[in-house]
């Protein structure tokens, strides 16, 4: 089992930055490729970054190509999600996400292990 501890949410205007940390415990951190998604009031769950277990490859939805980054620190258990540019769309439940499959991290039914969620919030 993973346990995934999502932090760092919260309310923000547009255009300001976030940074999301999750914590991850119970394997081995650096076993599992990482990802984030998010899911909006009233819209499915949908992806937002990966990063592979060495951090050595990151994908980005087209959405927040350019405004958010993904990072990991294996010493620390710790993957980051830093936003910036935030805008209203950005409003969601982000997620964290792991997964022994590279293939698999940026799709939802491949997901091994989900975290409890943190909320998002941009202002107009």
């Known amino acids: 089992q993973v346990q995934l501890v999502e932090s760092g949410g919260g309310l923000v205007q547009a255009g300001g930055s976030l940074r999301l940390s999750c914590a991850a415990s119970?394997?081995?951190?650096?076993?599992?490729?990482m990802g984030w998604f998010r899911q909006a009031p009233g819209k499915e769950r949908e992806f937002v970054a990966s990063?592979?277990?060495?951090?050595?490859?990151?994908v980005y939805a087209d959405s927040v190509k350019g405004r958010f980054t993904i990072s990991r620190d294996n010493a620390k258990n710790t993957v980051y999600l830093q936003m910036n540019s935030l805008k209203p769309e950005d409003t969601a439940v982000y997620y964290c996400?792991?997964?022994?499959?590279?293939?698999?991290?940026?799709?939802?039914?491949?997901?091994?292990?989900w975290g409890q969620g943190t909320q998002v919030t941009v202002s107009s």
């Open positions: 996400a792991a997964d022994k499959t590279l293939s698999t991290i940026t799709t939802i039914p491949g997901i091994d292990y």
């Open positions: 119970g394997r081995t951190f650096s076993d599992y490729h």
């Open positions: 990063i592979s277990r060495s951090g050595g490859s990151t």
